[in-house]
């Protein structure tokens, strides 16, 4: 007798829902900023990637509305039929500007630019080396190319060189992939070092500036500049979804690079491109970055606050590493992360549980926004302090 062939996913939910990793969402209504509304309550956000505090910015807005009145809702095809716009070169030229490269290229999403730009640069004559860390985007590009995949050790330069030294040889062509900010952990790649490693053994480098791109840098150019690599040769992708305040991604690089994309990376090439609103509210946000560098002091300023507080009041939740506004402290399950999130969420505060299989440890993971105040950061510290003393500990 046949059995039922969809009988796994029940069975599969319920394993998730036994390790206490099953997800839902969770509602926000009203604009974004350091407050919002989740369930119907008033919570200080301490969840967004809105590091700058711009997706809810009346100018962001305005230029949305703009657009979308000028040139419709959608852009009803791809870049190389129906799709283009003078906005979308605006805003390439706009990125390019930001980031110190010759060109840029729009893709509809982050996650889009790295699929399809890995996708087009190697494939399977080729070997690709990623840090064990990565986004998602990043190792499922390097799976979508076909190359040889090998993970070296987070940011462990020497391993890396270990691994060059045994395979380089082996392969027509080689990509060096990682992210600038990680995520979940807030610490940074070591750049400069992966800049000569990549030298060295005649390799690629792409560096994803997702979460560095508006808060890194003298002008908010990323990792890139804040390491001071500006003008060396490697490939810059990013989002316009977290500092700038809007949607979609981005490669920036050499002039000779963007022309290629445009030719090869298949997730450019076949999909719809940016909306009108999305594009014109990341011009926006890249003009406003570029003209009030107050933003990015003032983030910093709350991140220092935020550092300094924890540790003076909260010293046994022991942040890991961090060069970024992103600060997480690990738990020993994710059912502990699971009540520290909905303890701190009954106190007015959005920190939600991080679990596998996103990270390998469970963690809180706290992101502070320019727009957040003294007493947004202040609360944040006494209900964590409320937790520890309730639970003797964590």
């Not at 730009?117 to 990565?134: E, F, P, T, W």
């Not at 002039?255 to 090439?269: G, H, S």
């Not at 007015?348 to 950061?377: C, D, E, K, L």
Request: hydrophobic share 45%.
């Amino acid at each position: 007798m046949a059995t039922d062939p969809y009988a796994w996913l029940e069975q599969s939910l319920t394993t998730i829902r036994k390790a206490d990793w099953y997800r839902s969402v969770q509602t926000i209504n009203g604009t974004p900023g350091a407050t919002v509304l989740l369930g119907g309550r008033e919570v200080i956000n301490f969840a967004s990637n809105d590091y700058l505090g711009l997706a809810g910015d009346q100018r962001l807005i305005k230029a949305g509305v703009a657009a979308t009145q000028e040139f419709g809702t959608g852009s009803t095809g791809s870049r190389l039929l129906s799709g283009h716009r003078e906005l979308h070169r605006q805003l390439e030229s706009a990125i390019a500007s930001l980031k110190q490269t010759e060109d840029a290229i729009v893709f509809s999403s982050g996650y889009l630019a790295n699929l399809g730009a890995i996708a087009a640069l190697v494939g399977k004559r080729d070997l690709i080396l990623s840090d064990q860390y990565n986004h998602s985007s990043l190792k499922n590009g390097a799976i979508l190319s076909g190359a040889a995949v090998i993970e070296y050790p987070h940011c462990n330069v020497t391993a890396l060189r270990n691994q060059l030294i045994e395979n380089r040889q082996n392969y027509r062509r080689c990509l060096i992939l990682t992210d600038s900010v990680f995520s979940m952990d807030g610490d940074l790649c070591p750049l400069p070092e992966l800049l000569d490693l990549a030298d060295e053994f005649s390799c690629m480098l792409l560096v994803d500036e997702a979460h560095a791109t508006g808060v890194l840098g003298k002008t908010g150019a990323g990792c890139v500049e804040h390491f001071g690599c500006t003008g060396k040769q490697l490939i810059q992708i990013g989002t316009l979804s977290k500092a700038l305040g809007s949607l979609g991604g981005y490669v920036a690089g050499s002039a000779t690079l963007i022309d290629f994309l445009r030719n090869r990376a298949p997730t450019w090439i076949y999909t719809t491109a940016l909306s009108p609103a999305d594009t014109a509210a990341a011009l926006a946000a890249i003009e406003i970055v570029q003209q009030e560098p107050q933003r990015r002091t003032q983030l910093w300023a709350n991140v220092d606050y935020l550092k300094k507080l924890m540790q003076a009041q909260v010293a046994e939740l022991k942040l890991l590493p961090s060069a970024s506004p992103i600060l997480c402290f690990q738990l020993p399950s994710a059912a502990a992360a699971l009540a520290v999130g909905k303890s701190l969420q009954e106190a007015g505060i959005f920190a939600p549980a991080i679990r596998p299989p996103t990270v390998p440890t469970s963690r809180i993971r706290i992101s502070a926004m320019a727009t957040h105040q003294a007493t947004h950061i202040d609360q944040l510290v006494a209900a964590l302090g409320e937790f520890v003393i309730r639970n003797q500990g964590i």
